[in-house]
């Protein structure tokens, strides 16, 4: 049977995940995160975000055994786990999405690119939603946004083949990755609580104030959604059509309010996303990324 390893980063879901949708399709996967002390101790990652982290794995990991899998986690340099990992478990190669981060996440990911040509392994990265290689225009950009956006969700495997033999480490708590815990509020992770976030901008009617209160975070009138699109537990596309759906709903199709507010959300994602896209018109720091494929 086919082996893949899909490679987690910035993308905790399973739900709209193209990398894991094809694996599975394929055969065997093997879902891997990686502890990267790089990112773990940078000067901005702070006690609350890896909290939040922890949080969005821990979901992750109970997502993929409601189908039978497992999250398998590994600690250290991806461009040493990852290649050690394909060869001990006998896997085809990985599956990943792309990283745009140009100080760090380029530059890791062009040193794997290396590291697995030098031994003949592959990798197959994929494009996320509302991103592309080809340089264009913002009005260009905007239209492919939208049809991207328009695009069927990826299901998630109804099942996920994880081969039983490959054991996980444990998952960390906060002071083995180097952190102080602190009390700080920090929201649940997860797809279901970004779902349920995501469905309270309508039920607790913040929509009818959004647009005009947006900027005021007394008022509590976001979603909340930044830390869940941060980290991928929930993906832009799955927000842009829940948020379709939701302002067409007969209680409040016919609201200027919610119509403006809703307009106005969606326009929040699309900045966001085209403020990553401009990553990829930037040289990364140092390197390139060749893509391979198989």
Known sequence: ?????????????????????????????????????????????GAGRVRFMLDCLAALDQDLQLRGGKLILRAGDPVKVLPALIKS????????????ERIYGRVRDARLNRALAKEN?????????????????????????????HAPLFPPPQQVNVPPDIASDPLPDI??????????????????????????????????????????????????????????????????????????DPRWCDDKRVQRSSHQLMSRLRWGSGFTQRFRYLPPARGAIALYSF
């Open 1 to 45: 049977m086919n082996r893949t390893l899909v490679w987690f980063r910035r993308d905790l879901r399973i739900y709209d995940h193209e990398p894991l949708y094809r694996a599975a399709r394929r055969g065997a996967v093997i879902p891997i995160f990686v502890f990267d002390r790089a990112l773990l101790l940078h000067p901005e990652t």
């Open 89 to 100: 478990t006998q896997a085809d190669g990985i599956y990943s999405y792309i990283d745009y």
């Open 121 to 149: 392994l592959k990798i197959r990265w994929f494009e996320p939603p509302a991103s592309t290689g080809d340089l264009m225009a913002y009005p260009q950009y905007r239209q492919r946004w939208h049809e991207d956006m």
């Open 175 to 248: 002071a083995h990755l180097g952190h102080t815990a602190d009390e700080k509020f920090i929201p649940q992770g997860g797809t279901a609580e970004a779902r349920r976030r995501l469905n309270a901008f309508f039920d607790q009617r913040k929509a009818d104030r959004y647009y005009w209160q947006l900027s005021y975070p007394g008022t509590q009138v976001t979603t909340g959604l930044s830390p869940y699109i941060k980290y991928g537990a929930i993906s832009i596309r799955e927000c842009a059509q829940t948020i379709w759906q939701r302002q067409d």
